[in-house]
């Protein structure tokens, strides 16, 4: 799993029946005698690698069931590590109980359209970890083609750092990189129809695999959240600007003009902004879903 280590995560709750194996920005991950493992979701947020004092209501059972959601969608096109959401009481609605797996050393990215580091790369090279792309691209413009761009795990504290897929293949290898690159385009492609359909873009996604106790390769972590996901809003989507997204936006942007340094511990954040990424994370899973939360 990653995305653990971040700077100001607060000690895990005990749970009976579970040992507590390791916290990370959002999630925290307990183990049972059998040998599996109990994934909790939390509602910490996180930026600029730190974890913020000022927790999101529901985030947590947002993530875990937009996620359930999307594996099963996806069933068909990979296994995925879910055995159950039927967990302790303490932790209902934002947990599962997942398969362990060999994680793959490798974030699987795909990307539809041109924004981010992907676009500060385009900038430089016109490329994007080694996809050679159009002239004339701007901020948010969607590609001929989704695109697959892997990254790889970086080290606590680190950033995650943009790689090609020759990269990718000698870290875990050509048969496995071919196939992780062909799952997650399908991946991406079969959500980003689906949520096209709901007037939601899925600008790019990140995927993270690992190998079953069979050998098989398997879907795990979270799926096509947006903790894991650029969602757009189709009706005012717009290339040649930055646009308007279903994730902590709300809450980079404030930080960034706060004065704090992104250094020290970051400060709380106002109700306004907690209550603004709230409605952001919750509009997402009910569009999506076609369900209240």
Known sequence: ???????????????AGWSHLRTGKVRDLYQNDSG??????????????????????NKGAILTQLSLFWFELLADIVPN???TDEVPEVVADRAV????????????????????????????????????????LLDGSKLPASIFTPATKAEI????????????????GDENATELRELTLKLYDTAADFARERGILLADTKFEFGLNMAGEITLADEVLTPDSSRFWDLSLWQPGSTQPSFDKQFVRDWLTSSGWDMHTPPPELPQEIVEKTATRYEEAFERITGSKF
Not at 103 to 130: D, H, N, P, W
Request: proline share 6%.
């Open 1 to 15: 799993m990653s995305g653990f280590g971040a700077v100001g995560a607060p000690p895990a709750q005990e749970i």
């Open 36 to 57: 599996e493992i109990l994934l909790v979701a939390s509602d910490r947020i996180s930026a600029f690698d730190w974890v913020l004092p000022t927790e999101i209501p």
């Open 81 to 83: 590590h879910i055995i």
């Open 157 to 172: 504290g680190d950033h995650d750092i943009n790689i090609d897929f020759q990269r990718a293949a000698e870290i875990v």
């Open 97 to 136: 109980i997942v398969q362990p797996l060999n994680m793959f050393a490798i974030e699987c990215v795909a990307r539809g359209y041109l924004t981010g580091s992907g676009l500060k790369e385009y900038k430089a090279t016109q490329e994007v970890c080694g996809n050679k792309l159009p002239s004339g």
